[in-house]
């Protein structure tokens, strides 16, 4: 709460014209989830028989798309660091990762070691932040389009679903996008796709 707090003028500046309390509480979540901050826990090396186990598990697992394209980018690199063009290493390896000199992330030591356990500050350097803001308009999630059903029945329910697809671009689309915008990354978001939302809409509800 305190840090939500001292950015409180900046997220007002990014929120306006949505000045409502839900907006801000909204608002100050997404803010900081798009950031992209906190602290990645390094877990340590596991020894005895679970661990030998799970290590021959592991090497008798058919390998991964991921894992291959992991590798190749990493040799094609050279410096076995995590690639540039957003391959993610496999699980394994990015359990004992946390710098890289390819500026994928940003990170700095909070403890003494890199698998002592100890903390570190991580920031991402995703440039998409992927949000499921949208489906709830499109779906009926909310409790009012239940009640809209229960009274109306169907066209009631379609009324309702209409009148939160009118607004989503007042309620969501510009404030979101400037509270992502804000860290220098895009939001993008499935219930805001034109293609679905088009074909979302022009279904009829069945009987």
């Not at 991580?122 to 992927?130: G, N």
């Not at 066209?155 to 689309?173: I, T, Y």
């Not at 990354?185 to 022009?202: I, K």
Request: overall charge neutral.
């Amino acid at each position: 709460m305190a840090e939500v707090a001292a950015v409180r003028p900046r997220l007002l500046r990014l929120l306006a014209p949505a000045d409502t309390v839900m907006d801000l509480n909204i608002g100050a979540a997404l803010w900081l989830a798009a950031r992209g901050e906190g602290a990645l826990h390094v877990m340590a090396p596991q020894q005895g028989p679970a661990a030998e186990a799970a290590a021959e598990a592991a090497a008798g697992a058919p390998a991964s798309p991921a894992d291959g394209r992991f590798a190749a980018a990493a040799a094609e690199q050279g410096d076995g660091e995590r690639p540039q063009d957003g391959v993610q290493p496999p699980a394994a390896a990015q359990q004992y990762r946390c710098s890289s000199s390819s500026s994928s992330s940003s990170c700095s030591g909070e403890g003494s070691g890199a698998a002592d356990g100890a903390p570190k500050r991580c920031r991402s350097a995703a440039r998409v932040v992927l949000l499921g803001h949208g489906a709830d308009e499109l779906c009926g999630g909310y409790g009012r389009h239940r009640t809209a059903f229960r009274n109306r029945s169907w066209p009631g329910l379609a009324e309702e679903l209409q009148l939160d697809m009118s607004r989503l671009w007042l309620r969501n689309l510009g404030r979101d996008d400037r509270l992502v915008a804000d860290h220098g990354r895009c939001g993008t978001a499935t219930g805001r796709v034109d293609a679905v939302t088009g074909v979302w809409l022009s279904a009829a509800p069945a009987g």
